[in-house]
């Protein structure tokens, strides 16, 4: 069983008198570092000298090309996307190394499947907040936190998880609660959640709609009534909070009958032999063997993926329903 680790159980005095180098300013390299920087660490910035290194520069930060940064910290904190992180990171992070150091990966997808194999004289951590940069930061300035994963894939310190559970600290994690597995498991879960959960909602939101717009029903009713209005996201949020099943508390007797036996009517089996199948390509290479040549590419396939989202009607819809919402005196989305 997984075990929980708090602010309680947690020091964050593995991080004094240590530099820390945060890869990228963006979304979540953002937030890490404002809250880093509040805790007491010593932050610098590693970014290309476009708009992110600005925002960096106008928060306070010292600012640096991504070789210097590796030469200024000891801790690393990867803060950039998967798909550019092999080629930045043989670059500009490599040359750079020195024994000692210790590389932090917000995502394990790089070192799992071998686009990064650090030096044996580096410890390689992962601390990963399980949220969106803007809600790690919010989160950390309302006095709360998010929960997040940390992992240890190489210590060679023999501190390497005192380290990465002191950054879980600083970013504020530990407030809400942190979880060690390892790089395996949070790949999994990562993108099996991308591959199998979040396919099987969108599609079953789009097939919904469909359904009760063919049926006659007027487009803006349905999309207000499936999620526009904000309770789908208030469900879930709820489940976060109480539990899958406990915070049907909220629902009437007719909701929870029609949720609990409607879904025994679903393709069950199938569905979870479809989710077996893509956890099956996660764990033997396959889908990142594809996703790689699919960048090799240039993204043909998800061009044109994209092009044909974009293309549903449902999209026209959101936007009537979109502007109705922003109109003075008409009602305010969740």
């Not at 071998?114 to 006095?143: F, K, Q």
């Not at 063919?214 to 999620?227: H, K, S, T």
């Amino acid at each position: 069983m997984a075990q929980f680790l708090f602010d309680k159980d947690v020091r964050i005095s593995p991080l004094r008198h240590r530099t820390i180098g945060i890869i990228g300013y963006g979304n979540q390299g953002g937030a890490q570092a404002l809250n880093l920087r509040d805790s007491g660490c010593r932050v610098l910035i590693g970014n290309r000298n476009d708009r992110y290194a600005r925002q960096a520069r106008n928060d306070g930060f010292e600012v640096m090309s991504i070789r210097r940064a590796v030469t200024a910290a000891d801790i690393l904190i990867i803060a950039i996307p998967d798909e550019i992180q092999e080629a930045l990171y043989q670059r500009h992070i490599q040359p750079a190394l020195r024994s000692g150091q210790v590389l932090n990966f917000a995502s394990s997808y790089s070192i799992r499947f071998g686009c990064i194999v650090p030096p044996e004289d580096v410890d390689v951590i992962m601390m990963s907040p399980r949220a969106m940069g803007v809600t790690v930061r919010e989160s950390y300035l309302a006095g709360k936190g998010v929960p997040g994963f940390v992992a240890v894939d190489q210590d060679t310190s023999g501190q390497a998880r005192a380290i990465a559970l002191a950054l879980a600290k600083g970013v504020g994690c530990t407030r809400a609660g942190v979880v060690e597995c390892s790089f395996a498991d949070e790949t999994d879960v990562n993108l099996l959640g991308e591959q199998a959960l979040w396919p099987l909602l969108t599609q079953a939101l789009l097939l919904t709609y469909e359904v009760a717009v063919e049926a006659g029903v007027p487009p803006e009713v349905a999309l207000i009534e499936f999620y526009a209005s904000g309770e789908a996201s208030e469900v879930l949020r709820q489940m976060a909070l109480e539990g899958m099943f406990k915070q049907a508390r909220y629902h009437s007797p007719t909701s929870r009958y029609g949720t609990l036996s409607r879904a025994e009517t679903l393709p069950n089996k199938q569905l979870k032999t479809a989710m077996q199948k893509a956890l099956k390509g996660i764990r033997d290479g396959s889908f990142a063997q594809e996703w790689a040549r699919e960048q090799a590419s240039g993204y043909a396939r998800l061009k044109k993926l994209k092009q044909r989202a974009e293309q549903h009607p449902i999209n026209k819809t959101e936007k009537r329903v979109q502007a109705l919402a922003t109109s003075p005196g008409n009602f305010t989305m969740q």
